[in-house]
């Protein structure tokens, strides 16, 4: 594999890998930076390069975005044999209209003393507006959403949006939720909060659609015991990766829960745990019901990252689909 010759593409999310034999080949890849930004801002990305031999060159780089070029500049790079350098690539991101992703890419070329192409990268960009739900306030409105947030981080973040939605002081309201739409808020303690999963698992049995964001610890009940309540049509236990397949667009935001399936003495059990567990849990139930856990933390990096605030219209997305599809 000559130098000249080696292209290396990466998409989102991931870093591919250097060539089993480096000492023949120049390469570039990935070391940080999102496929999803933020549209009217500035975004940065790095990329690392490599190459067997001194080289004082270029690395030249050109964004699209909707087919158009909205920025290009080439910036010196001087590597040592065996010693990768970091580059930033910091562009301008034009504004989207609302209700509007605008799919372009980032093109970076690593370029020798004698501007001859040594490496090739490329990467897909994903332009977002910061309102998750722009022209879909009806929608928002048949949600008929009700919050749980005892720390009131959450509340705060839809207040942000201008989201509507009603506020729950007590999981015993929960019963009366009839087909409504409940969250509770991101890292709620079910180990301090007795009985709300329990009861959030009761409302969806009644046909409720119930989203639990990312709880910080504590042991339930798989949906369906004990012995004699409503068991699920379907109950899934899913991956990260279930983040792509709600939006391909889409990085994994960083877990703040995961979930483990245990077996006791008692019975079946579900731990939060903080990592090697599923990231997410749904049940779903045949009256329209359904439960969704979700791991992924949202709220940290919801300012500098458009995934988590449209992820959460995914996930709401998501367990109101069946009943939306029977209406």
Known sequence: MKAAGWILAAWAGGAAAW????????????????????GGTSATWRAEACAP???????????????????????????????????????????????????????????????????????????????????????????????????????RTLDELDWPYRRLANPAAFAALGAATLLVGEGCSLRENRGLLEAAVRAAENGARVVVLAPADGVFAPPGTPAGRPEPAELHFRSAEFVRELDKRFDVPPARATFRLDGTRAGAEVAVVSSNGWAFVEARWNNGGALVLAGPGVLATWESSPVPRHLLVRLLEWATATQEKEQ
């Open 19 to 38: 060539p089993a034999a480096a000492e023949e080949a120049a390469g570039l890849r990935w070391q940080a930076g999102s496929s999803a930004v933020f």
């Open 53 to 155: 031999r001194a080289v004082a060159g270029q690395l030249a780089w050109t964004l699209e975005v909707d087919g158009g070029v909205v920025a290009r500049r080439e910036q010196g790079v001087r590597l040592e044999p065996a010693a990768p350098a970091a580059v930033d690539i910091a562009a301008d991101v034009p504004a989207v209209r609302a209700g509007v992703v605008a799919a372009g890419r980032l093109l970076a070329t690593l370029l020798d003393e004698n501007r001859q192409p040594l490496a090739e990268l490329e990467r897909p960009v994903f332009v977002f507006g910061r309102d998750p739900a722009a022209e879909r306030k009806q929608w928002l409105q048949d949600l008929d959403l009700r919050l749980y947030d005892p720390s009131g981080e959450t509340a």
